[in-house]
Structure formats: C-alpha cells, structure tokens
C-alpha cells in the first residue's frame, strides 16, 4: 500500500483559513468542516498546493451550482461525481480578488504626489478596477470627504490625519499587468471575479459590480504576463502618455516568491531613486518588511495592509480596505 500523504498542514491551513474567514459564517464552518474531515483533506490534498486555499476550492465549487449552506452539501460535492469538474475550475482559475475599497488608501497617497497628471501603472492588476481612483467620490469617516467625480462612493472609517485631497487625481494612463488578465467585457470573467467575494459579504459584491461598471466604460490597457518582466514595457506606455508615471501594487506581491519580491523591490528603489516613476505599495507587513520597518506603529492585526509611498510606511489599511489609519491602525 502506499504511503497517505501527512494531512497535518492543509488541516491546520484550513483552520487558519477559518479564522480569516470569520466575517462569513458560511466559508468559516467550511473551512472548519474540512480541517476536521480526513476524507476531503485527502482528496484536496492532491492538488498542487498553491490550489488547495479554501477560497479557491470554495469559490470553484460555487461555480458548480453550490448555495451557501451547511457543510454538509460542500462534503457531497467534493466527494461525488462533480469532483472532476469543480478540479478543472480550481486548476484553470486563481485567486484574483479586486477590491476598489483599496483605493481609499490608493487616492489620498496619490493626492501626496503633487498636482500634475499621473500615468498608474499596476503590478497583479486583475481586471484593472484599481486603474480608477479619479472615477469614485470618497468618504473618509473622521477625516473627510472628497466628491464631485460622479461615480459610486467610497466609505471607509479612518483615524489618524489623513491627508484630505482637495481633487481627484488627474489620470493619464491605466496600465496594469497580471499574470492572468481578467477582461471586464467578459461575463466568465467577471462572474468568477463575483464568486470570489464570500457569502455575506453583500456590501462588497455591490461595491465590486458597480466597479466593473465604471471600468466597463472605458477598458484600461492590461497586458499579461510576470510583473518583473512586463514592468519596463508597463512603464513605457504610461511615460508616453505625458503623465508622471506611479507604479502601484495592492495584495499582489505577495504571490510572488522571496526572490522575486526582493527584485521587484530592487528594481523599483532603484526606478524611484533616478526620478521614474512614483511607487505605492499597499502588501501585508510580512510581504516587504522594509517598507512596514518605516511605520512608526506596528498594525494591530496580521491582516493589515502597509501602505508605504516611495519606500516610507504612511499608513495601514485593513486588507479589504474596511478601516484605514494614517500612522497607526
Ligand atoms: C489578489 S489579486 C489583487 C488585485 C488588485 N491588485 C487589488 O488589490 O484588487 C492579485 C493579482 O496578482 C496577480 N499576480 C500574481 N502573481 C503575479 C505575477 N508574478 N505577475 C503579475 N501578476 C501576478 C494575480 O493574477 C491576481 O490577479
């Protein structure tokens, strides 16, 4: 007989998924269901690994005609006759959750680079909906607020002394690479981009809809493949369209490998460093430690997002973008 595979670490990731996930009491039982039963670890356990996070597996079996419900009917799903297709969803499609509610974050670092118009270049762009800071009216609970773009409204609750924009920035370019580009014409696309948000959730599927409206009207310039290879070509588009080029990266770098991540960073210091382009970073603490370094706090959740401009910490943004503090979280 063969060996069976060490269950120990995609139990124990599934019940680290399950505390992430305790904002959806459906993907939480999930998540719990599966660390505790031996049968469905077995069979995820077959994926590659970079496939066996329950969002992926859980949005894939959403696909499959699966409602939020007891985990029961997420146990008879993966262990029957439907397996090989939600297997062929998991493998072909990744995690590529776009979350405009970052640009709450993005816009007033923005309005810290002056005036004049900005070309946005953005590394792990999924479908680009982050290209649009100029297209939305925001509200920065405790701070203030900044409208007049005609578009949908962000709210987000603040602390600390955010810097107001006094307008929207003027945008010259919307230039985003991604391994796997998502088109917002598409409807496959942009229905797997909806099964992505977690059940309860409603707030963000409004959010996110309404986003793939504002992108819809005017599709940015995607270009597909590894952000360390296409950041030049990115750049160079952005530069020919006049405006001073920022690149910009939220939840991305993470996916990247400790090589890759301490290239890219290389590569942009050094870009910012001869007067290229601007660089933004929005990545979990762990993700480019010297940039957390440069906060004068420490976040008060893992979860956290550092928000970092031209390699200083300014900010700390809950990673879906649902509290935001200048200086401290
Ligand atoms: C979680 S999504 C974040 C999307 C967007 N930045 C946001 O904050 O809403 C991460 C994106 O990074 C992309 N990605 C991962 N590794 C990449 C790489 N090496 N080069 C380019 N894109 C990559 C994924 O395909 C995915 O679309």
Redesign the pocket.
Known sequence: MLPLNDLTDIRENYRYHAAEMSTSPCYHAWANGVADDPEVLRVLSDLPILKQQANLVFAAARRHGLEPGPYEDLRALLLGPAWPAVRDTILAR??????VA?LTALTPALGMLGDGPLALV?????AG??LYPDRYDYVWGGAGRLGGSGGPTLRVPSVGPLPVPARHPRITARVG????PLDVTDQEDMSWLLTLIWPGHDERRDRLAAAIEVTRAQPPHLIA????DRLDDALDVAAASGGVPVVH????VA??DER?RVELEKRLRTLVAAGRCHWISLEGPRVIPSLAATAATSPSADHHFCLAVDGQAVAWLQGHGAALGWGRL
């Open positions: 990744r995690t590529q959750t776009n979350e970052r953005e590394l792990g762009a999924s909906l982050c690479v991604d391994l796997n493949g590894d952000m360390l990266h939220s939840a991305a996916y990247l890759d």
